[in-house]
Every structure is written in structure tokens, then in C-alpha cells.
């Protein structure tokens, strides 16, 4: 069993799993990429974790900047695909994309008005976006799927792991 932090988060990944950080503070990266925070690896597959928590923000408004980023296309456009692209050229680089991937984003939204279908039309855009960044449509599918879940749910998307804030 392995347990990584990420904000006030702290993720349990059950035994089948093996996980670690892959956007490591301090560790250089090559110029121009961003990466997901974790990538964990199973038997048959790589998911990549992005993890997004403005519910750690003391401040209102940065949570009510972050609800209004859900509704619009920035999140997904500007920092969610982007990441997943970068992060698994890296890996096909590295020669550790042997397995299929997914990515789930983990939001730590627990305590804000975040509504289920406002989750599913991030999650539809990402998926989107995925497929297609540019005017064509990316000849490879990189990412077998996406899913996007409230930090209570990750048992759902990823068997035998969970988040749970530290109380701060």
C-alpha cells in the first residue's frame, strides 16, 4: 500500500497498484511541458491522477474563481489536457507507456455547491479534448478514457484507493 500527498489530500493506493509523484516539486522538467501529479500503475493499465483542490483555499473567492473555471472551457483547454498530453509523451519517451491510459481528475470540491451534471460536461469536454486539440483529430488515442470525481469517489474510478483531507 502506498500513500502520496497532494495539497491537503493525502491518497491511499491499494496493493495492486504502484504508485508515485510524477509532477515532483524541485525535479526539473523538460522546458515547456506540465505534468498530472501522479501516475499509478496497474496490472493492465497506467492511470495518470490530476489533482485539483480548491476546497484548501482559506479564501471564498478563490473557490468561486475555481467554480466558474468548471463552467468554461479554461480548466480543460489550458491546464487538464494539456497536462495529460504532455505527461504521457514524457512516459512514451521514458519507454513507460507499455500499458493502456486513462486519467482521472480528482477535485477536492467537498464543501462547495458543485453540481453532478456540471462534473459530466467537464468530463464530456475533456474527453473531447482528448481526441481532438487541433483543427484534426489526433491519429493516436492516447488516453483509453477520462473521468473526472469528487475526492469521495475515487474508489470508483481507481478499485482499492481513496483521498481523504488531513485536517489542517
Known amino acids: 500500500m502506498e ?3 497532494e495539497s491537503e489530500l493525502l491518497f491511499t493506493f ?6 508515485s509523484r510524477l509532477d515532483e516539486r524541485g525535479v526539473p522538467v523538460p522546458h515547456g511541458m506540465a505534468f498530472v501529479d501522479f501516475v499509478v500503475e496497474g496490472v493492465d493499465e497506467i492511470v495518470l491522477i490530476e489533482v485539483k483542490d480548491p476546497a484548501a483555499s482559506r479564501i471564498e473567492e478563490g473557490r468561486r474563481r475555481f467554480a466558474s473555471r468548471l463552467a468554461g472551457r479554461e480548466l480543460v483547454n489550458e491546464h487538464l489536457a494539456p497536462k495529460a498530453r504532455d505527461s504521457y509523451t514524457y512516459l512514451h519517451l521514458m519507454r513507460r507507456d507499455a500499458k493502456r491510459m486513462r486519467l482521472v481528475v480528482v477535485l477536492g470540491i467537498d464543501g462547495m455547491s458543485v453540481q453532478e451534471p456540471l462534473l459530466m460536461t467537464l468530463n464530456d469536454r475533456l474527453r473531447q479534448r482528448l481526441r481532438q486539440e487541433g483543427r484534426e483529430p489526433w491519429e493516436r488515442e492516447y488516453m483509453r478514457s477520462c473521468i473526472v470525481v469528487p475526492i469521495e469517489k475515487l474508489g470508483d474510478a481507481i478499485s482499492g484507493c481513496t483521498a481523504v483531507r488531513i485536517p489542517g
Open 3 to 5: 500513500v502520496l500527498q
Open 14 to 19: 491499494g496493493e495492486d497498484w504502484i504508485a
